[in-house]
């Protein structure tokens, strides 16, 4: 049978994922260093007679910015720890296939506050949730993801992880997100 890949998650990057956050975290700690020189700067001034009163927007500045490197740095570890994890499971081959029709017992609503889409395919159950931080496979069919009841696939997983989804060419039911 003719198969198309249409999900790698080598290849697939569509999670508000490490790349926000680290835009965050660069524009936090811009904005903490930005604060700290401002506010040196205006505390050494010896003709200013402002004093510390007056040094409010400083702190604002200082405080964002080290409210927003701590709030970023965990995701941006988690995503990166993460796709390492997935990469190296790949590459050392412990990766495992499933391949027949996929049944869905459990759809995620669009907007979430549920459990994710729960699909079996020849016995294997898997969770797709589109609210948590992975590069594996995310799209729940809410969100356009292709594992809907009745579609064949071949499904590269690790660790209960989908990795990789391949489906029949002539039955394709999604968008071909890989880059070759």
């Given at each position: ?117 729960i699909i079996c395919v020849d ?58």
């Amino acid at each position: 049978m003719d198969m198309i890949t249409v999900f790698d998650f080598r290849y697939d990057y569509d999670v508000p994922d490490g790349g926000v956050f680290i835009f965050i975290m660069v524009a936090s700690a811009v904005a903490l260093l930005v604060g700290l020189i401002y506010l040196f700067l205006r505390l050494t001034n010896r003709k200013s007679t402002l004093g510390w009163t007056y040094c409010k927007e400083d702190f604002y500045v200082l405080f964002f910015g080290v409210a927003g490197c701590l709030i970023s740095t965990p995701f941006v570890l988690i995503d990166r720890h993460n796709a390492n994890q997935l990469c190296e499971a790949y590459e050392q081959n412990r990766i495992q296939t499933v391949e027949g029709v996929v049944k869905v017992e459990h759809k995620q609503p669009e907007t979430g506050h549920d459990e994710g889409d729960i699909i079996c395919v020849d016995g294997k159950r898997f969770e797709i949730d589109y609210f948590v931080l992975t590069r594996a496979y995310r799209q729940t069919i809410a969100h356009g993801g292709v594992l809907k009841d009745g579609q064949y696939a071949k499904i590269y997983y690790y660790d209960g992880q989908i990795l990789r989804i391949d489906i029949p060419k002539n039955n394709q039911s999604g968008k071909t997100n890989v880059q070759h």
